[in-house]
């Protein structure tokens, strides 16, 4: 373990660390985007009653209101991750580190993970129970193939978050440059999610996972390394 | 069809005018050229090109609507160059030179949303379907469209020049799966008849003069309108300072 490893392993953990204490503390972050992505998943569920009974039909459904609602609740969390840095002086504390910039992102990165981590399986509880969605036997591959996507969905948002923060619109900027970029692994979480609730098996779920373990490949990389040139202040 | 014709004619005499009298030097010769390549373009498409043989009428939209889609990755492609380009220089010139062809690309694209429509209504029956080519295209579109309005909501020079870099150089990661796209997935959209082995024999003579002639016109046109737009680019850029 050489001693810059060591260093910028630390730095990720120090900003982590950060954000998760003031999570811990403040407590206002998860209930809020838990209570958002509900009443969103709520609101789409109602094209259940409007379509009568059409979900017990169509797996898409429940998928795509699953993952609306939490995208939706991911730009809460996302620019309210933004504009901590950008109220507190914008990380100029950790630019001073001789590290990679790429440090500070992966360590955006884990607490936007958690969050959205932390919210999924209420989600999924609130879908079942409201919408008489199927319990899937699948449960644990369910679980991993969100969580998967999810990491992708965090990554984006991170890197873009923190480049709308410093615009004139702020946060309100971030979905119009999020969700263009997310459309593939939306569609692939989607796919996925569906053939998992309708309990089809691994070999049929395995080409959208590749998809989606791509897409998150991709942009990690191209994040982390871009990253630099978004806090050169 | 023939007060259609006196009119097309009219309006050329006079954009023609417009650009003998006010434009200058290079960019004088550009737009007389791109008038007439695009006038003998038109000709050629209407009168020379034969009728496909299912489609009949309505495939000579391939004849713009190809070019423009061509042209359009040729623009990304350069903005995604001269954005990494300028993240290495950091020279206002190479941040303008990737924002005009940013504009003028997404206008080329928006041209290729707009004919494909029209192309496909009577050809598939539907204005649009979300296969892998027409989904792609669409985000492509809204990531470049997503770029010009990051620039127009950050007013510090430096910053809009290096934010926009970042996003030039992400979105073009897309256009090279909306290339591939009918390759790697079954599209309803058509796989590539000319940009493959043994595609330009496929088409005859008259087609291949129709394309070329519209593929020309269209890159006369691309250049005449970067540069008008680098140089009102430059004009805006001194007035602000």
Known sequence: MSKNFKLYISVILAVARKDLRMELRNKEMIPLMLIFALVVSLIFGFLDLSFGNIGERNMDLYSGVFWISILFASILGFSRSAMIEKEAGGLVQFLSIPVDSSAVFFGKLIPNVLFLFSIQLSVYFFIIVFFRAPVSERYILLILTSSISIIGIAAVGTFFSTLSAKTNLREIFLPILMFPILIPLIIASIKSTSLLFNNKGWEEVIDWVKLIMVYDLVSITLASILFEKLLDE | ?241
């Open chain 2, 1 to 241: 069809m023939n007060l259609l014709f006196v009119s097309a004619v009219i309006i050329c005499l006079f954009v023609l005018i417009f650009v003998i009298k006010f434009e200058k030097g290079l960019s004088r010769w550009l737009g007389i050229s791109a008038l007439i390549s695009l006038s003998w373009a038109l000709y050629s498409i209407i009168f020379i090109a034969k009728l496909d043989r299912f489609q009949s009428v309505p495939q000579k939209i391939f004849y713009i609507h190809v070019p423009s889609a061509w042209i359009s990755f040729v623009a990304f492609f350069l903005v995604f160059i001269f954005s990494l380009k300028y993240l290495y220089t950091s020279r206002s010139r190479d941040d303008l030179l990737a924002n005009s062809f940013a504009e003028v690309g997404v206008f080329f694209n928006t041209l290729v949303l707009i004919t494909g429509p029209i192309w496909a209504k009577p050809i598939w029956g539907v204005w649009w379907t979300w296969d892998a080519r027409l989904t792609t295209s669409l985000i492509l579109w809204l990531l470049y469209v997503a770029y010009l309005m990051l620039r127009s909501y950050i007013d510090d020079f430096e910053r809009r020049a290096r934010l926009s870099a970042i996003l030039g150089i992400f979105s073009f990661l897309n256009v090279p799966i909306v290339h591939y796209s009918v390759l790697w997935w079954r599209t309803l959209h058509p796989a590539p008849v000319v940009i493959r082995s043994g595609g330009m024999s496929d088409l005859p003579m008259s087609m291949h003069i129709a394309l070329w002639s519209s593929c020309f016109s269209v890159v006369v046109l691309f250049i005449y309108l970067v540069r008008k737009r680098y140089k009102i680019g430059k004009f805006i850029n001194l007035k602000e300072f």
